[in-house]
């Protein structure tokens, strides 16, 4: 559709050959970035060849149609393919956040996303249990099997003619085909052509030998640059360099150097692994995040880090996110002009180098210390693909442990073409504290000072991108901030908004006895559109001679006369045929005849005088191809009579202030109120401009026009096939009925395809006509954004006057529609009856007027006329509901109509529904936690006034043969669902089943006179045209039916054919039918966040009401519902439209500069509710419309974005003002609604405050009396009673992983090394024991490595209380903590794992192979003469022992294959076929691929760190019976509160098993009581609950032995080391073994009341069998015994800074507390008796002396008041809030 990588429906899968490796790699590429040419050894699959109708439906493409994925299909095939190439590159492990990530590159106009995100997740391995119930009946994934290209090269993987069978190594014959092709791409390649000369390079030097012979080349490496600057003219070489190996590789010396040809996914991946494996790259993970937000993944699969550079090296304003980050952290580039001739200079530099010659080899970036901070940000207009409206990047490096700036580094992109570096703020920020309020004011002031950005038309405002610039850096001061410094109010400021993982619900009733009408069914069509093979008119077959069109156009401002045409130029390109003016039109015109209804004027096709907008066609170019086609138009020069010099009046407001006024407004209609109140109280004046959208169906407009014998064949993508039917014949000048219009479907409409589309179908005709040739006629993105009108904006002035509870006393309201250039369609009429909305109108007087401006004639857009009613009187309620201070909803309902309004039932519905009032005070607690984040929930009521149009015929033949039964109807299939809706019908009403219904084309020979199909109601008003015919059916059949009794369908319609009935009937709808005008009620209740510092926005519910009646296909409306609300979330936030004030050019026409939603924008939780139990009395068999309604109820987002920006600025300090932010709702106007300024950016530090004010009236010594009694209670309650409830429930909180606590942090990273020891043994006897011998073997170790565990992608589950994440282990050699003397250069003589594994297989599953096996170790381990490895240590264990695999003998090279495709993840692939193989490197710093999901235990803390399972499955299916579920935790945490009854349970990963270690006895560690646990691998044999780790309990191991096998995919055992606890009969085969219970034994230390490990050892040992057999002479003698490899020892002792950390947080206030209670009993105790003998001494001493000795002590009140100021710390003032 657009030709340049925005909107992903060209996508389709490229094999490439991975570099060095040549492993194809499948990946996603948009096909229309890609030139033929750069496919050179690549295979491509497009949509049709996953799946088809012949060799079965792939199940992404079933699923897809299954979940309704699907509405116009245009965009599907792209979606199905992007999908594709995720989820096979994944092996099928995808998450589903990973899922909802990978489509920023696909758009969909139809569906709202909310289907195809359900459907792709569907397949997440942590899928919601909702999703994968809905997937039943669905097929077998087909395998991919040929790519079907042959490639001449002589592929190594063709090893198909060899007769060999290689699945006992674990290949199947098609992947044998698949994963391999070895081309000898050594050489380079040349194509020339008369125009063009194409070299492609694999190495550097060729690339500089092409470069030299030649004077004007371009370097194309992914040749994605194109879709941002698009190349109108290549030069005559041009040179790919997308094999160059000497740019595809990355090397760390201690810089990072990244090869300019690695695409970005690859970058993405190494910046991945480098920021988990070396700390000295962590920031790589912060460029990871933001590079995830750079284009969409099919672009980022080709297009380079060099590519990008270099498009911002050409354009300096590019926003080029690549060029930002490398540049924050001072990265340097690498330029070649030779291959020696190198130089490594700044990025800043590059700029301005002179590149002629050069070429980018590598960038270069730097290790940073962990004093250095990194922030980057990218705010774009919407969640995923776009380029940033300011990018950002900073780097503080600290003075280590001060927060005191050493130096800075401050980049901003999207600034101006010079602006980098923020360098004045650079400077002046040396020296100072980066964490203080002055630092921040004088950064703020002086960014404020130097940020000057450039206007740019199609960008947001410079004052915008200045205000977010600075926003940006406080934002990241706010991230980096220290929590203990400042107000976690400000924290949520500091992180960009980031949408959770979608999720929708959908509720219906579905009345089963009526079905299959209002029966959920997927789309007829659906499962074609998701397999490419649903034809759209651009799909019909190419025929040899058939020529494109295109249309030349008036750029140029309007009102401007056109004289004459110079085609010189257009016809110097080759393949030009044609050029056609207005003048060759044989016949009218005009494409909008004026005799139709809703077309009153004419519209030219070709203009022919004065031009009416910027852009309107004046000529067609015909070529032979559509680029020719396209180039040449622009080639044509226009020549004008007169340039009109006037600025146009492109707007409503421009028309009301021009002296043209009165000519071009005219007033439509004006409505008087019957009734005026008279209690106002308060009187509101306002203006409210709503703009215009453009339809973005993801087919253009399109035609493609045939010649046949009787006239022409149309095939347009039109909605009104009458209007192309007669424009086509008047314009041709020929009779209409030679005219066969033919539609298919239509690629999404919306409106725009009703009257546009017989413009391009006039100018294909025509050419048709004229040239006796097919010709194709699709417009391009670009021409079809400047040719065709859009959505018609509006302009309301309003008065209204209200009583005190805001009941309208009288409204006026006059409004302004925009026409366009003409009058046609103009929609003010039907935009009055929608202002009503649900409310009373007596009082209320509209006036409407139309407007006739510079722009091209205005059409139908989605829920025309209504949105805009709807959305005014919605305005206006909100409006009035804030100047009287009342509930919005209060005031809604106070102004509602009485009689027969459902609304107040659905409004009570969905707030029930929708949990409205509990998330109200959520909301409110969210915003008072949160200052620079804000949310809103809102609630909007709608009535849609439905009217009917027509006619629309349905024809339904029978086929007596079998009873099937096909229909065509007037209307066209565009999305909506009206062919399964009308097959339904069909179905119901003959009574036979929907799969004996199909539906065929229109065609106007068939449906002659048809209405346009709109307005919601074409489905239906057909719907009732099909019932009629098939009522008249069913009455011909009657009198058969009686005759025969109780026939089958299928022998009625036999009979009835026999008997001369006639199985055919139509039926025309008229409007005069019997069925009623209708409302259609609908409400909804939207929840958004706002990030107040960037005006960046999640929608993060919705709760959509919807009265469908009784729906005729749920399924289909819910589609319906969703797409038009989403469509609508478009036109109020992201969507808007820019022209040129003084030409009238429109700016916005392309996918970079217009975005619609994405999928990340969709509403994070979309819920959509079928109103219950409805029936429609007045509609067609009791349903409703759908297809437009729900846009209308969209506007609730603008009310919630107004209420969160209210919030904002309250606190902001600004009065409680009416805000209204400019529609559409961009990032931009609601920043800009805000109104930030410099000094309400601060840090807020948190002040230490504690005064107490409270004064007591008491007397001092009985405060204290009583000061010392509660004491004493205090002493008992708390010390007995309280205490040990709250350590109870306070640890329950501790030891639950909730995020934030210490336990968790602990938990996902331990903050201090684990002990791993390995002890190798090394066999002394190998010789001998290749001869027959027992082996003797010496123990060599430890070799001893810190390991540092990890968990990473965290991810919270708040609904099911788990966490989901990966685990990253890395190790640390300690040479000095290890064996003496042991370095790891020890040479170590023991068994080969790898090849004594692999005889062991084939010798189980095809030991006839053996031989061969021997043929292929020759070839990999160089002759062999035993079995034996002869390694050094380390080698082993980390670095790797080499496989040869380049040798190309047969057999090496299968097994070769063999292990590359089912050892990949333990081998490291190396260039030139090495692998490595070793024990743990592969795993070390590198992320398990296994997404483990456990309890957080925050419901219930005896839960916590159980594992509930392992990549989305909840068992294991390795083992049989209970031995495949997850018993226990992940072994990283444990529950609280372990009594000595307690078994210990915890799952282990690594061996595929739990572990229930026991009591032993009560130890202690550091003077803290603990419990021992031992453990063992146990008795599988005879131990009941552990036979079934075996296959059958006769085929257990030995005691203490358990086979690895199914787990590890390698014969291995594992054992306790020195096979302790095991069968002793073990150790009688082996020498050299000493098993001992103290170095042996598996034990773990707990402290009991927390669950905390202290002290832990545990232990395993591997094992392998030195396999006898004949049939392999290495082997023939060998002993047959299980002989020991090595054993590992993972050990933990907690330090004394942890011991000490869980003494003081639990032990010692425990003690303390046990101490104090008794003190607290004593003391206060006693001293309360003081003070009451103190205090009533008097009254004792009047008991002892006499009453008349009268001395009484007077105390004075004020005294004691003054003295009872009680103030701890220094008194402060509480800080002011602003
Ligand atoms: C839809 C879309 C969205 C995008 N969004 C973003 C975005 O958000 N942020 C962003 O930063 N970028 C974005 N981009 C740009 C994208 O990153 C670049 O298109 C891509 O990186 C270019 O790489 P390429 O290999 O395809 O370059 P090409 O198109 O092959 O080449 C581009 C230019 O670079 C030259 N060139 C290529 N390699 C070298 C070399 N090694 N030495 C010298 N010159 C060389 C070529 O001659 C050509 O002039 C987007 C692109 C598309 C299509
Ligand atoms: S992405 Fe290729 S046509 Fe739009
Ligand atoms: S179904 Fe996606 S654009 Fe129509």
């Given at each position: 559709m657009c030709h340049e990588g925005g909107c992903g429906a060209c996508i389709v899968a490229a094999r490439i050959p991975a570099p060095f490796t040549n492993e194809l790699k499948t990946v996603a590429v948009n096909s229309c970035l890609v030139s033929v040419l750069s496919c050179h050894g690549w295979e491509i699959l497009t949509v049709e060849g996953i799946g088809n109708r012949i060799k079965g439906y792939h199940e992404i493409q079933s699923r897809l149609a299954k979940f309704n994925g699907t509405q116009c299909g245009f965009c599907t095939p792209g979606w199905v393919m992007n999908m594709y190439c995720i989820y096979t590159s994944s092996a099928k492990k995808l998450t589903a956040a990973e899922v909802e990530n990978s489509f920023a590159g696909n758009m969909c106009r139809c569906t709202g996303y909310r289907p195809i995100a359900d459907a792709f997740k569907s397949f997440a391995v942590d899928a919601d249990i909702k999703l994968t119930d809905k997937v039943i009946d669905i097929e077998d994934l087909h395998t991919f099997k040929t790519c079907g290209v042959e490639c001449k090269k002589k592929c190594v993987h063709k090893i198909n003619d060899i007769e060999t069978d290689l699945s006992i190594i674990g290949i199947s014959n098609e992947t044998k085909e698949e994963d391999w092709c070895l081309l000898n791409n050594e050489e380079s390649l040349t194509i020339s052509s008369a125009n063009f000369k194409w070299f492609k390079a694999y190495h550097l030097s060729d690339v500089f030998k092409a470069i030299n012979n030649c004077s004007d080349y371009k370097l194309i490496a992914g040749n994605t640059g194109q879709g941002v600057y698009h190349v109108v003219d290549y030069p005559f070489t041009i040179i790919d360099i997308s094999s160059v190996a000497e740019l595809k590789k990355f090397t760390v010396d201690v810089n990072l150097i990244i090869g300019a040809g690695m695409s970005l996914t690859e970058m993405m991946e190494v910046f991945l692994k480098m920021s988990t494996e070396n700390k000295d790259f962590f920031y790589l993970k912060q460029f990871f995040d933001h590079v995830d937000l750079v284009a969409h993944i099919p672009v980022r699969n080709i297009g380079t880090i060099g590519g990008n550079l270099y498009l911002k090296y050409l354009n300096n304003i590019f926003p080029s996110d690549l060029f930002l980050l490398f540049e924050t952290v001072g990265g340097m580039i690498t330029i070649a002009s030779g291959v020696n001739t190198v130089k490594r200079i700044s990025l800043t530099q590059f700029l301005k180098s002179d590149m002629r010659g050069m070429v980018i080899l590598n960038v270069m970036l730097p290790p940073l210390s962990t004093c250095n901070l990194v922030r980057t940000y990218k705010i774009m207009p919407r969640s995923q693909n776009a380029h940033a409206i300011v990018n950002a990047g900073f780097l503080f490096k600290l003075k280590c442990n001060t927060d005191v700036i050493q130096n800075a580094s401050i980049v901003f992109g999207n600034i101006s073409s010079k602006f980098i570096h923020a360098q004045e703020t650079e400077k002046i920020i040396v020296g100072k504290p980066l964490f203080s309020e002055e630092t921040l004011e004088m950064c703020l002031k002086s960014l404020s000072h130097e940020i000057i950005p450039e206007e740019e038309p199609t960008e947001p405002s410079a004052a915008y991108r200045k205000m977010l610039?600075?926003?940006?850096?406080?934002?990241?001061?706010?991230?980096?901030?220290?929590?203990?410094?400042?107000?976690?109010?400000?924290?949520?400021?500091?992180?960009?908004?980031?949408?959770?993982?979608?999720?929708?619900?959908?509720?219906?009733?579905?009345?089963?006895?009526?079905?299959?009408?209002?029966?959920?069914?997927?789309?007829?069509?659906?499962?074609?559109?998701?397999?490419?093979?649903?034809?759209?008119?651009?799909?019909?077959?190419?025929?040899?001679?058939?020529?494109?069109?295109?249309?030349?156009?008036?750029?140029?401002?309007?009102g401007s006369i056109v004289k004459d045409f110079d085609i010189s130029g257009a016809f110097k390109e080759p393949g030009v045929i044609a050029f056609y003016s207005a003048k060759d039109i044989p016949g009218d015109n005009t494409f909008t005849p004026a005799n139709m209804s809703l077309l009153e004027f004419d519209e030219e096709i070709l203009c022919s005088k004065e031009v009416k907008y910027n852009g309107q066609p004046v000529g067609i170019i015909v070529a032979n191809r559509e680029k020719v086609a396209n180039k040449a138009a622009k080639l044509v020069k226009v020549k004008y009579e007169l340039v009109n010099k006037n600025v146009p009046l492109l707007t409503i407001k421009d028309v009301l202030s021009s002296p043209e006024k009165d000519k071009r407004i005219t007033q439509d209609t004006v409505v008087e109120p019957t009734e005026v109140g008279n209690d106002v109280k308060f009187v509101i004046r306002g203006e409210l401009e709503l703009n215009s959208q453009y339809h973005y169906h993801m087919e253009t407009q399109t035609c493609v026009v045939k010649p046949t014998e009787d006239g022409i064949d149309v095939y347009s993508s039109t909605q009104w096939p009458n209007l192309v039917n007669i424009a086509v014949a008047h314009c041709l000048n020929i009779p209409v009925n030679s005219v066969n219009v033919i539609i298919r479907r239509v690629g999404g409409a919306y409106g725009g395809k009703i009257s546009r589309a017989g413009l391009v179908a006039c100018a294909a005709a025509m050419v048709t006509h004229l040239q006796g040739k097919m010709c194709r006629f699709v417009l391009s993105i670009e021409d079809n954004m400047k040719i065709i009108g859009k959505r018609a904006s509006t302009l309301c002035n309003f008065e209204v006057g209200v009583n005190a509870d805001g009941k309208i006393q009288y409204l006026k309201n006059k409004y302004y529609q925009d026409n366009g250039c003409s009058k046609n369609e103009t929609i003010t009429g039907m935009t009055l009856s929608h202002f009503p909305n649900c409310y009373d109108t007596k009082r209320w007087r509209i006036e409407a007027y139309n407007v006739l401006t510079d722009l091209p004639s205005t059409t139908w857009c989605r829920a025309p006329a209504s949105a805009e009613g709807i959305a005014t009187t919605e305005y206006i309620m909100e409006r009035i509901a804030y100047v009287v201070g009342k509930d919005p909803l209060q005031v809604r309902l106070s102004n509602m109509t009485l009689e027969d309004n459902p609304i107040p039932e659905l409004i009570e519905q969905i707030k029930k529904d929708s949990k409205y009032d509990e998330r109200v005070t959520e909301v409110n607690r969210f915003n008072t936690d949160n200052r620079w984040r804000k949310r809103a929930i809102k609630l909007i009521p709608m009535t849609y006034e439905l009217f009917y149009i027509g006619p629309y015929n349905s024809v339904v033949s029978i086929y007596y043969a079998d009873g099937t039964v096909a229909l065509t109807h007037g209307a066209v299939e565009m999305g909506q669902g009206i062919n399964t809706k009308t097959a339904q019908v069909c179905a119901y009403t003959l009574g036979i089943p929907l799969e004996k219904v199909s539906v065929k084309p229109n065609t106007s020979f068939t449906s002659p006179n048809s209405y346009a199909t709109g307005a919601s109601v074409g489905s239906e008003c057909v719907a009732f045209a099909t019932m009629k015919a098939c009522e008249q059916l069913l009455e011909r059949l009657e009198p058969v039916k009686k005759k025969m009794g109780n026939p089958t369908w299928e022998e009625l319609v036999f009979e009835a054919h026999n008997s001369g009935v006639n199985l055919q009937a139509s039926y025309m709808y008229k409007t005069s039918e019997p069925v009623k005008p209708y409302d259609i009620y609908g409400v909804v209740v939207?929840?958004?966040?706002?990030?107040?510092l960037t005006g960046n926005h999640d929608i993060k519910r919705v709760d959509l009401l919807e009265d469908t009646g009784r729906s005729l296909s749920p399924e289909v409306d819910i589609g319906q519902i969703e797409g038009a609300f989403v469509m609508g979330l478009g036109y109020w936030t992201s969507e808007k439209l820019i022209y040129d004030r003084k030409t009238g050019k429109i700016l916005t026409d392309r996918t970079w500069t217009y975005k619609p939603p994405g999928i990340k924008d969709l509403p994070a939780d979309f819920r959509v509710y079928f109103r219950r139990n409805s029936v429609n009395k007045f509609g067609v068999l009791q349903s409703k419309a759908t297809g437009e309604p729900a846009f209308c109820l969209a506007v609730v987002l603008t009310h919630a974005f107004r209420e969160a920006i209210r919030s904002a600025r309250l606190e902001a300090g600004y009065e409680d003002q009416w805000v209204d932010i400019e529609y559409p709702c961009t990032v931009e106007n609601i920043f800009s609604a805000v109104g930030h300024k410099l000094e309400h950016f601060k840090l807020h530090?948190?002040?230490?405050?504690?005064?107490?004010?409270?004064?007591?009236?008491?007397?001092?010594?009985?405060?204290?009396?009583?000061?010392?009694?509660?004491?004493?209670?205090?002493?008992?309650?708390?010390?007995?009673?309280m205490f040990p409830a709250i350590l109870k429930s306070q640890l329950k909180k501790e030891m639950a992983l909730s995020k934030k606590t210490d336990v968790r942090q602990m938990w996902e990273k331990i903050p201090f090394p684990l002990d791993f020891k390995v002890y190798l043994f090394n066999y002394t006897n190998a010789e001998e024991v290749h001869k027959g011998a027992i082996p003797i073997v010496k123990e060599i170790g430890p070799y001893h490595f810190e390991e540092w565990k990890e968990k990473v992608e965290v991810e919270?589950?708040?609904?099911?209380?788990?966490?989901?994440y990966k685990k990253v282990d890395t190790f640390y050699f300690k040479p000095e903590l290890s064996g003496p003397g042991l370095t790891g250069e020890e040479m170590i003589v023991m068994p080969h794992m790898f090849m004594m594994g692999m005889i062991a297989i084939v010798h189980r599953e095809k030991p006839a192979m053996l031989s061969m096996l021997g043929k292929a170790f020759n070839g990999i381990f160089d002759n062999p003469t035993d079995t034996f490895l002869r390694v050094k240590a380390l080698d082993l264990l980390f670095r790797g022992v080499i496989i040869n695999c380049a040798r190309t003998e047969f057999a090496p090279k299968a097994v070769c294959t063999a292990l590359k495709k089912?050892?990949?993840?333990?081998?490291?692939?190396?260039?030139?076929?090495?692998?490595?193989?070793?024990?743990?490197?592969?795993?070390?710093?590198?992320?398990?691929?296994?997404?483990?999901?456990?309890?957080?235990?925050?419901?219930?803390?005896?839960?916590?760190?159980?594992?509930?399972?392992?990549?989305g499955k909840t068992e294991q299916d390795k083992w049989t019976g209970t031995c495949n579920e997850y018993q226990g935790t992940d072994g990283t945490v444990f529950p609280p509160f372990l009594t000595e009854a307690d078994r210990l349970e915890s799952f282990s990963g690594d061996l595929c098993r739990s572990f229930k270690p026991w009591y032993q006895k009560k130890t202690s560690y550091r003077g803290i009581k603990t419990n021992r646990y031992i453990a063992n691998v146990g008795d599988l044999a005879n131990d009941p609950e552990l036979q079934c780790y075996c296959e059958a309990p006769d085929k257990c191991p030995p005691k203490g032995l358990m086979e690895m096998s199914k787990c590890m995919g390698v014969p291995m055992y594992v054992s306790l080391p020195h096979y302790y606890d095991s069968d002793p009969e073990l150790l009688k085969n082996v020498k050299g073994l000493n098993p001992d219970v103290n170095e042996h034994e598996i034990v773990i230390d707990f402290e009991p009341i927390t669950g905390t490990p202290m002290v832990a050892k545990q232990r395993v040992m591997f094992s392998m069998q030195l396999l006898k057999t004949e049939k392999m002479e290495l082997c023939k003698d060998l002993p047959d015994t299980i002989a020991p490899l090595f054993w590992i020892e993972e050990g933990l002792s907690l330090n004394k800074t942890f011991v000490n950390m869980l003494k003081h947080q639990l032990f010692i206030p425990k003690r303390i507390v046990g101490v104090v209670r008794w003190l607290l009993v004593a003391v206060g105790g006693l001293g309360a008796l003081a003070c009451l003998v103190f205090h009533f001494k008097d009254h004792i001493m009047r008991f002892a002396v006499s009453s008349d000795s009268g001395s009484v002590t007077k105390v004075n009140p004020e005294e004691i008041e003054q003295k009872e100021v009680s103030v701890i710390g220094q008194i402060q003032h509480p800080a002011k809030i602003d």
């Open positions: 610039a600075v926003s940006l850096f406080y934002k990241a001061i706010l991230s980096l901030c220290p929590d203990s410094r400042f107000n976690q109010r400000y924290r949520s400021g500091g992180e960009a908004i980031k949408r959770h993982i979608s999720q929708g619900t959908q509720v219906y009733d579905t009345d089963k006895s009526v079905w299959p009408l209002n029966k959920p069914v997927p789309k007829i069509e659906a499962l074609v559109q998701c397999s490419g093979e649903a034809i759209f008119a651009n799909d019909l077959t190419t025929d040899m001679n058939e020529v494109f069109g295109t249309f030349v156009t008036a750029d140029v401002t309007p939207l929840e958004v966040e706002v990030d107040i530090f948190i002040l230490q405050i504690s005064v107490s004010h409270c004064k007591m009236y008491f007397p001092k010594h009985l405060k204290i009396a009583a000061g010392f009694t509660g004491a004493a209670i205090f002493g008992i309650v708390f010390g007995w009673a919270d589950q708040e609904d099911t209380d788990t966490i989901n089912e050892a990949a993840e333990r081998l490291i692939f190396e260039p030139n076929n090495q692998y490595r193989f070793s024990l743990f490197g592969m795993r070390n710093a590198t992320v398990d691929k296994h997404v483990v999901t456990v309890k957080r235990g925050i419901t219930n803390v005896m839960e916590v760190g159980r594992v509930v399972a392992i990549d």
